[in-house]
């Protein structure tokens, strides 16, 4: 009996320990958007559920854009986001270099802890504003979004879990 209330303890326990805190949920958000404490102008974290899943739901606004995004309280998982930038924005940060698919698929691989395999790309827009239009299916999680090719910046970007 007490190995078993023992085991039960122990395994609550390293439950509790993979919960995640709402400072987690945001620092995950900020390093994801490459946004810092500093930049936010307004910043609301609420508790919620997203297709059946209790999780952190956090909204801030910056200079630059606005942002939503949904993490699982028991794991930490994205599991819903929303985001772009603006024109004014983009346009301060384009230089002469155009991006290559390849390094557009790096760039998302890395953000999405997905194959590059995985990751669909379509040239869009004009010489003036190259752009990709992306798409990707992993781990539950179908995510659209938008590249700027002068700049290098994830100009449009969601995530919805697919359950």
């Not at 609550?12 to 400072?23: D, F, L, M, R, V």
């Not at 994801?32 to 508790?47: G, M, Y």
């Not at 854009?65 to 024109?87: C, Q, R, T, V």
């Not at 040239?123 to 990709?132: A, M, V």
Request: with cysteine; glycine share 6%; proline share 2%.
């Amino acid at each position: 009996m007490w190995k078993y209330f023992a085991v039960a303890f122990l395994l609550g326990a390293a439950t509790a320990q993979a919960a995640i805190t709402e400072e987690k949920a945001l620092q995950q958000a900020l390093a994801f958007a490459n946004v810092s404490e500093q930049q936010l102008t307004a910043l609301k974290i609420e508790d919620g559920e997203e297709s059946g899943v209790k999780v952190y739901k956090l909204e801030f606004e910056t200079p630059f854009g606005d942002y939503d995004f949904a993490y699982a309280k028991a794991s930490g998982k994205l599991i819903d986001a929303d985001y772009d930038l603006e024109d004014n924005y983009i346009k301060r940060h384009r230089g002469r270099q155009v991006m290559s698919a390849q390094a557009a698929k790096q760039l998302m691989s890395q953000k999405l802890h997905a194959p590059a395999s995985a990751i669909y790309l379509e040239e869009q827009g004009g010489r003036n504003e190259p752009r990709f239009d992306g798409r990707c299916e992993h781990n539950q999680l179908e995510y659209e979004f938008e590249i700027d090719r002068l700049s290098g910046l994830i100009i449009d970007f969601t995530a919805d879990y697919k359950d």
